[in-house]
């Protein structure tokens, strides 16, 4: 699981104390950042030379999540960038600045629909002009399968980028719709619906094995010709086994310079589970990945999280690489070494506590590459393994990624969020004095104890909960940090200053789900990602069950809607019920209860709201998603072929790495 970078929350950073340029460009309503990778420098060659062979494998797997996110999305991208290198016709026009702009996108979604919202892109330049750039450019450049001529591309691919009507969403959520039918995501093969998909899953599934494997994250589901369902596993030899093979032999190399030995063994154990597909193999990777604590330098790779699969079983291709920040660590490891305090002393039922929390480890890192569904919008904290069994005997690993979080409040200053959106003076420095460190906090609680909390009864299905799973998951665990950041432990361990300090986490949190997340929607839309569904179902949840007591409502000045929090501790109350009721579906695997909080508080959008927080956000001129443009890693070798030195450099251009990444990370064919 992890925590997206996602709260559009007025937070005031430390000033910048050196020359590094984080804001870059923008476009449509992304703005790109750069992130430093502070200490870099300071690493010993061996430990940079592990972090350069880890960041080539990070790389290798680019394809795979543009074929996951889409079955057109490899070939409308090359088709894309092939004009955007060779058009030789007029660069300066409207249409050809409108493909760009798409292309960027495309590039920035890994495929043609948004990497957030899910719905498809709009392209603002006509098919004529784009059907007569192809035809103007080399044919051999673009994805052709055997003889298909350039006007037989165009008339497949045309209605998937042009008509609204095809593959209008990745990952559709919508009560009642068939979610497989309905979504263009590339895990289920076309026409598969949703019964099919879960009843071939749900005969598979071994009654009473206490130890289940994740069934069905690591491949597609497909029909036969005769009709029958099967999966085509994705590892060496199978579907990406082209690009699996390269992330393979990256991983090998880095193997030599590893920190550990414990580390050997768990590259040795991911290597294995990549050449044969084994689900078992994986859980036995994730428990040594768990038992090694003790690396300065780590990294994920692999297919992870599930957000993109309608039902919440397949998992996207994604990597990150980093290490330690020994100093900012402290904070978390103040939090894994008390799991068990804020495990007995949560509000929920005693049936749904772990008697025992075992594993619990975190620290705070510094991103060095990041790949896959991490790139280039990335998450600001991650606890692994996802493995509900796995958690329960081992327990899991939690980061939160200091310089990623440093650069978006960075880029943040100045921003005029908080003048905008904050109720009044006194909280906008309530926000500015403690907002940062409590953000940071409660990414902290989410990731470090939150997903680690709670268990399933004995016997309770962890895909009980099936679409609504990942919103439910998320709720646990911002609900977790949000009770825990007002408790007087937090003091007692020097983590807050006092107990004033979470009253700005509780205010940019409510104005966060009921308001401002809200410019990420389009109008006439309904929230469709988990993670803003989890948001708007916490605040408004609160909303309507504090109405009794005035605990926080929505304010009109001039014309103006407005959070205001009356009783802050009557809003933790409400938040520790939530976080039972929430424990409690988990733990029980109560499907209809988990659809109707869902869809009753996080799903519906209130379009006269909606308008209002769209006029007056559009006037400060700021993009609502932002994502990251990699460093580049150079090496020097001797003679003999060994690394000697590992450099890194921030000034390459946007276009320039998705063009070079494109280039020498190609690694699957147009089709798979």
């Known amino acids: 699981m992890f925590t997206a970078a996602a709260t559009l929350c007025p937070t005031t950073a430390t000033a910048q104390t050196d020359d590094f340029k984080y804001t870059d460009e923008q476009f449509a309503d992304i703005q790109m950042l750069r992130y430093k990778v502070e200490g870099f420098e300071q690493l010993t060659l061996k430990e940079k030379t592990f972090i350069y062979y880890l960041s080539e494998a990070a790389l290798q797997g680019r394809d795979i999540l543009f074929d996951q996110n889409g079955r057109y999305n490899l070939r409308i991208r090359r088709m894309l960038e092939t004009i955007y290198t060779d058009f030789s016709g007029d660069r300066n026009s409207e249409e050809f600045r409108a493909l760009t702009t798409y292309l960027k996108r495309v590039w920035f979604s890994a495929g043609i629909h948004h990497h957030y919202g899910c719905e498809k892109f709009e392209p603002e330049f006509s098919a004529d002009f784009f059907r007569a750039a192809l035809k103007s ?20 691919v045309f209605p998937v980028i042009f008509d609204p009507a095809v593959m209008p969403m990745r990952v559709n959520q919508k009560d009642g719709d068939d979610l497989l039918l309905t979504s263009a995501c590339n895990y289920y093969a076309p026409g598969i619906t949703q019964q099919e998909a879960e009843k071939f899953y749900a005969e598979r599934k071994p009654a009473g094995d ?45 193997r ?24 078992r193999t994986f859980d036995n990777y994730c428990i040594h990945w768990l038992k090694d604590t003790e690396s300065s330098v780590d990294f994920v790779n692999g297919f992870t999280e599930s957000y993109g699969d309608p039902l919440g079983m397949k998992a996207s291709w994604e990597s990150l690489v980093n290490f330690k920040d020994v100093a900012a660590t402290a904070r978390a490891e103040k939090l894994s070494a008390n799991a068990q305090w804020f495990e007995d002393n949560s509000p929920v039922d005693p049936r749904f506590k772990k008697e025992e929390c075992k594993g619990v480890s975190a620290k705070v890192i510094t991103a060095a590459i990041l790949g896959g569904d991490l790139y280039p919008s990335t998450a600001i904290g991650i606890n692994l393994p996802n493995s509900d069994w796995v958690r329960r005997e081992f327990g899991s690993k939690s980061v939160t990624i200091s310089n990623l979080t440093g650069a978006y409040a960075k880029a943040a200053q100045g921003s005029g969020m908080d ?15 403690y907002g940062s460190a409590c953000d940071d906090l409660h990414t902290d609680l989410h990731e470090c104890l939150g997903h680690g909390s709670g268990r399933l009864l004995p016997g309770t299905d962890p895909d009980t909960l099936k679409a609504y799973g990942s919103t439910i998951e998320e709720a646990r665990a911002d609900l977790f940090g949000l009770y825990y950041v007002a408790d007087p432990k937090l003091v007692e361990l020097g983590l807050t200053p006092n107990l004033e300090a979470y009253k700005s986490q509780y205010y940019t949190y409510m104005m966060n789900g009921l308001m401002t997340q809200l410019v990420r929607i389009k109008p006439g839309f309904t929230i469709e990602e988990a993670h803003m569904r989890n948001r708007a179902l916490i605040a408004r949840w609160a909303l309507e069950h504090g109405k009794k007591d005035n605990v926080v409502e929505l304010v009109k000045r001039k014309g103006k809607t407005y959070v205001r929090i009356n009783d802050y501790e009557a809003l933790r109350t409400l938040f520790g019920k939530l976080l039972a009721e929430i424990q409690r579906i988990k733990s029980e695997g109560d499907y209809e209860a988990a659809r109707n909080l869902v869809e009753t508080y996080g799903v519906q959008v209130d379009a006269a709201l909606h308008k209002e927080i769209l006029t007056r956000y559009e006037k400060l001129n700021l ?26 450099d921030y000034t390459e251009a946007y276009d320039a790495q998705m063009l070079r990444y494109s280039r020498d990370y190609n690694t699957l064919p147009d089709v798979n």
């Open 623 to 648: 993009s609502p998603y932002k994502g990251f443009i990699n460093p580049v890693y150079t090496v020097t070798k001797d003679a003999n072929g060994n690394i000697t030195d590992v450099r890194i």
């Open 256 to 279: 030599p310079f590893a920190c550990t030995a414990e580390q050997q063994t768990v590259i040795d154990r991911l290597i294995e589970y990549y050449r044969t597909g084994d689900l």
């Open 210 to 254: 206490p130890r289940p494997v994740m069934m069905g994250m690591n491949s597609r589901l497909v029909r036969d010709e005769f009709g029958n369902l099967s999966e085509c596993v994705w590892r060496v030899g199978g579907l990406y086994g082209t690009a699996i093979e390269r992330v393979v032999f990256y991983l090998e190399k880095a």
């Open 137 to 156: 450019v080399d044919a051999s450049k673009l994805p052709l399968t055997p003889g298909q001529t350039v006007d037989a591309l165009c008339d497949e």
């Open 419 to 433: 003048k905008e959106f904050v109720i009044d003076n006194a909280t906008r420095t309530l926000i500015a004095t």
